[in-house]
Structure formats: structure tokens, C-alpha cells
């Protein structure tokens, strides 16, 4: 019998998804993609159907009814509620962990108990889920160390924006009250994690992983504040680069080394075996790089750019990791640079409106290099393309170094336009 070609459906609707879907359609292995619900601008790419990307018995139909041969999960909550057990038990093939092994970001908690016992460089910290030990903790922090300010983590997922970095006490004794009553981030907030902020340059290190071969990707940056200049509030992200000035070879060798395999060895220990995408943030220290967290997927937007310079078959690296046997040279990378601009809606990230028209994708896309990733997008009724999210459009670039796919990056965001729109003019510029 002839051997058809593979069936894949891919989870989420975002930039990060866009990009994935932007490189499995490149595929010659793939006979038919699906997003589920996916994009404006997947639309293109696969057949979208109209499951939210946490409908998880919508999803395992859906994987059934299309006989999928893969299922590619991208965002961080249907892994953390075990969609991929669900496929699994249903013997279907899933790309990304288990929800035992996506704890690792899902608890922050249990990421720490990880690190401590795998020996992986991280900040000083302590776990609470008692107000008046918590409030002790956070006093003593401020007589030690004055001038620094403190970090406190939402032990659970709070759609990012689980995190306070206060310099004042009574601020962090306040935002650490909020959060274990359950008043501000709900149940993800009654166990906190207190932590030392630490000072440096961040990158992303994400690495493929069987759940015992760890394949480290090339290194990216993210700038997380709204603003240029690192000012304003945090964001799911604002733009990516790869390469990363300053972070070669020795300094993600030893990230490899000290971090992604150690972290991956203590999950298969646990009996927790992680497959997908373990993505390290760090920050690079003057005592070394240190782990701020870890996710158990692609970034968003670091899956814009990682995806304009991976030169294999994305399948069959995904392939490679889900059935084991993940080889050191299953990833090459080509294109020298990448860059992703994203634009966003104004207002973003506070309150933002939708449904506004967008012109100009084509004009960019025109560029040489460029490439525009959806994320916030829809088809209004006359087909229009308008804004339906925050983050609205990842443009992203490559080029012969990261100056030059920066360049046209930019050249490319230009030819946009939507009403509101604002992006950061200093992605891979701002001074570290
Ligand atoms: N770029 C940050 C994240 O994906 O969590």
C-alpha cells in the first residue's frame, strides 16, 4: 500500500504557532496541515478548525477524526493541563511534554526544587505559602540588601503576568499578601516564590529534547518591556533576535553543560520524562549565567526568528524527538541572522480595541527576507484583515548579519499600518 504523507495538527493561534506552521508547510513530508484554532494569517498554511487550543476533548477528537500522525503543541496551557496525556492515552503521537514534566513551568515551586537538586544556576530564593513567614522573608531581604529590589513569583500559570519586581519592602510585602489570598492571580497565587533579582543581560536558551538527548538551539534574545529602552510595563514580548551578541559558543556549551541536560537527566530521574522544547531564560550574571525560568515550549516571539534560520525539516526533528533517538546534528541552522519586530495594538499591554484594518502586509513581505508571522489577526466580514489581539504581527527578517535583518525588519514594519499601532524602535539595539 502506498504510504501517504503525514497528517499534522498543530495547537494554538498565536505568532509562535504562525511561524511553526510557516515551516512544517515547507515540509515535503507533510500531506495536509491543520491548525486548531489558528490564525488570520495560517490561514494560508492549514485548514483551520475552530477548536480553542485548551478545548482538550475538542482537540483529541479532532486528532482522531483527521487521523493525525503528529500533533504539535505550542502554547503553555493545554500542556500544563495534559493535553499530551490525553493524546498519548489515546495512541497518538504528541510533540511537548506531558503534564508532570511541563511543571517546569507550570510551578514555579517546582522548577526551584528541580534546580536546587539538579545543581542548576539560579537566584536565591525561598517558597511560601504562609502571609506572616512570607512577610518575615521579605523584611529580612530588605534589611540585608537595601538597594536591590526583590522578585516574587507566582508559583502557578497566570497568563504571564505572575511576577512583582518591587526595590520597595512595603510594596513586596503588600503584593506578596495579595497574591497568597488569592486575590491576585487566584489559585496560581497561593503558593509564592521570593526571590533575589538578578542583574544582566537575558537570552534564550532553547534546546530539543528526546528526554535523555538534548539538542540546544542557536541562542535568541527577547525584550519583554513595552517601550524602548527597556521602560514601560512587561509583555509577552516585543521583538526577538538571534544571534546574541555575547553569548558564543563556550557560554551555551556551558549553558548546555550546567543547565538544559542537567535539567533535563533530573526530570527523567523524577520519572517525569520532558519531550518538546525546554526553554532556559536566563540571565548572564557577572558570577555566570543563572536560570530566571523555565518553559516547556517555544517562545513566543523566539519561535519567529528560530524558525526563519532552522535549515532542517522541522518534522523531522519534532519526529526524532517524540520517538527517541534525537541525534546531535538532527538540527542545522542556516541564514547568518534573524529579527522579529512585533507590532502591536495601542494600548497593548493594558486594554486595547480590536476589529482595526490593517494595510500593508504585502508591501512588506515584498522585502527581500521578510516574513510576516499573525498572532492577534482575523478576516473581518468583508475580508478584511483587521486586529484581533494584543500582540497583532511578528515581521520578521534574516539577514547577512543581525544589523542588516534588523534593517529590513524594520523597512518591512514601515510599510504597516493600523490604527494605534506601535512597536519597539530599539530591538537588538538597546543598550545592555
Ligand atoms: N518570549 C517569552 C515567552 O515565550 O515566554
Not at 512583582?164 to 497574591?179: G, H, K, N, Q
Not at 513566543?300 to 524527538?321: F, G, K, M, T
Amino acid at each position: 500500500m502506498k504510504r501517504r504523507g503525514l497528517r499534522v495538527l498543530l495547537v494554538g493561534g498565536g505568532g509562535r504557532e504562525h511561524a511553526l506552521a510557516w515551516k512544517l508547510a515547507q515540509s515535503p513530508r507533510v500531506a495536509k496541515l491543520y491548525a486548531a484554532p489558528g490564525n488570520a494569517g495560517m490561514a494560508g498554511l492549514a485548514t483551520c478548525l475552530a477548536i480553542g487550543a485548551t478545548d482538550l476533548d475538542g482537540l483529541v477528537r479532532a486528532a482522531r477524526e483527521i487521523e493525525a500522525d503528529l500533533t504539535v503543541v505550542g502554547p503553555d496551557d493545554p500542556l500544563a493541563q495534559g493535553l499530551v496525556d490525553r493524546l498519548q492515552a489515546d495512541g497518538l503521537a504528541a510533540f511537548g511534554p506531558t503534564a508532570a514534566a511541563a511543571r517546569i513551568e507550570s510551578s514555579k515551586a517546582f522548577a526551584k526544587a528541580l534546580m536546587r537538586r539538579a545543581g542548576i544556576p539560579t537566584g536565591r530564593h525561598e517558597v511560601f505559602d504562609e502571609p506572616e513567614r512570607a512577610a518575615r522573608h521579605i523584611s529580612a531581604y530588605f534589611a540585608e540588601n537595601p538597594s536591590e529590589p526583590v522578585v516574587l513569583k507566582a508559583d502557578g500559570l497566570a497568563l504571564g503576568k505572575g511576577v512583582v519586581i518591587t526595590p520597595s519592602e512595603s510594596e513586596a510585602l503588600a503584593a506578596a499578601r495579595e497574591m497568597l489570598s488569592g486575590r491576585a492571580f487566584g489559585e496560581a497565587g497561593r503558593r509564592i516564590v521570593v526571590e533575589e533579582y538578578l542583574q544582566g543581560p537575558e537570552v534564550s536558551a532553547l534546546a530539543f529534547t528526546d528526554g535523555r538527548h538534548v539538542l540546544p538551539m542557536v541562542g535568541s534574545r527577547d525584550h519583554k518591556r513595552a517601550f524602548d529602552g527597556d521602560q514601560g510595563p512587561n509583555t509577552g514580548g516585543m521583538g526577538t533576535i538571534t544571534p546574541v551578541p555575547g553569548y558564543g559558543p563556550e557560554l551555551a556549551e556551558e549553558v548546555h553543560r550546567r543547565v538544559l541536560e542537567p535539567a533535563v537527566a533530573a526530570l527523567a530521574e523524577s520519572g517525569a520524562t520532558f519531550v518538546g522544547v525546554l526553554y532556559a531564560g536566563l540571565i548572564l550574571t557577572r558570577s555566570g549565567p543563572k536560570v530566571l525560568e523555565f518553559n516547556a515550549r517555544f517562545g513566543d516571539p523566539e519561535a519567529q526568528v528560530l524558525a526563519r534560520r532552522l535549515d532542517s525539516d522541522l518534522v523531522d526533528v519534532l519526529e526524532a524527538c517524540v520517538g527517541g533517538g534525537l541525534s546531535p546534528d538532527a538540527a542545522t541552522w542556516g541564514q547568518a541572522a534573524a529579527a522579529c519586530v512585533v507590532m502591536a495594538s495601542g494600548g497593548y499591554p493594558g486594554p486595547y480595541q480590536k476589529g482595526v484594518p490593517i494595510t500593508g502586509v504585502a508591501e512588506a513581505e515584498s522585502l527581500e527576507g521578510v516574513v510576516v508571522f499573525h498572532a492577534g489577526t482575523a478576516r473581518d466580514d468583508s475580508g478584511r484583515l483587521v486586529t484581533a489581539g494584543g500582540r497583532v504581527l511578528g515581521v520578521s527578517a534574516t539577514g547577512a548579519d543581525l544589523g542588516a535583518a534588523l534593517d529590513q525588519a524594520y523597512a518591512a514594519a514601515e510599510r504597516i499600518d493600523f490604527a494605534g499601532a506601535h512597536y519597539r524602535r530599539d530591538i537588538g539595539r538597546t543598550r545592555l
